[in-house]
C-alpha cells in the first residue's frame, strides 16, 4: 500500500512539473517570438504576441512591458518624431500600475 502511495505521489508530482514547465516553456516562446518580431521592426506582428501572452497569462507583467518595448522601438527609429513618446509614458504607466496591483495582491511576488 505505501508502495502505490508513493508512486501515485510521484507520478503526481511529474505530472505537475510537466504541466509547469509546458506553461513556462508557452510563456517564454511567445516572448522570444515577440521579441524577434520586433528587431525585424514586425511591430504589429509583435503586437498580437503580446496581446496573447495577455490573455494566456493574464498575471504575467511580461505582455504590457514588451507592448511598452514596441513603443521604445518605434521612438529609436525615428528620434526626432515625438510622436510615440507620450503613448510610451502611457505605456509605462499600465506596467507600473499592474504590477503596482500584484504587489497589493501579494507584497512577495517578485
Same mark, same amino acid.
Given at each position: 500500500m505505501k508502495f502505490t502511495m #508513493?508512486? +501515485?505521489?510521484?507520478?503526481?508530482? /511529474?505530472v505537475n512539473s510537466a504541466l509547469i =514547465?509546458? $506553461?513556462?516553456?508557452? %510563456?517564454? @516562446? %511567445?516572448? !522570444?517570438d515577440g521579441i524577434q *518580431?520586433? +528587431? =525585424?521592426? #514586425? /511591430? $504589429?506582428? @509583435? &503586437? *498580437? *504576441?503580446y496581446k496573447l501572452m495577455e490573455t494566456e497569462f493574464p498575471k504575467h507583467t511580461a505582455g504590457k512591458f514588451f507592448q511598452a518595448m514596441?513603443?521604445?522601438? #518605434?521612438?529609436? %527609429?525615428d528620434q526626432n =518624431?515625438?510622436? !510615440? &513618446?507620450?503613448? /510610451? $509614458? &502611457?505605456?509605462l504607466e499600465e506596467v507600473i500600475d499592474f504590477c503596482d496591483d500584484l504587489l497589493d495582491e501579494n507584497d512577495e511576488n517578485v
Amino acid at each position: 500500500m505505501k508502495f502505490t502511495m #508513493k508512486l +501515485y505521489l510521484l507520478l503526481l508530482l /511529474f505530472v505537475n512539473s510537466a504541466l509547469i =514547465n509546458a $506553461e513556462e516553456t508557452r %510563456l517564454d @516562446s %511567445l516572448i !522570444y517570438d515577440g521579441i524577434q *518580431k520586433i +528587431y =525585424n521592426i #514586425k /511591430f $504589429e506582428e @509583435s &503586437d *498580437k *504576441k503580446y496581446k496573447l501572452m495577455e490573455t494566456e497569462f493574464p498575471k504575467h507583467t511580461a505582455g504590457k512591458f514588451f507592448q511598452a518595448m514596441i513603443v521604445w522601438w #518605434k521612438i529609436m %527609429l525615428d528620434q526626432n =518624431n515625438e510622436m !510615440y &513618446d507620450e503613448l /510610451f $509614458e &502611457d505605456k509605462l504607466e499600465e506596467v507600473i500600475d499592474f504590477c503596482d496591483d500584484l504587489l497589493d495582491e501579494n507584497d512577495e511576488n517578485v
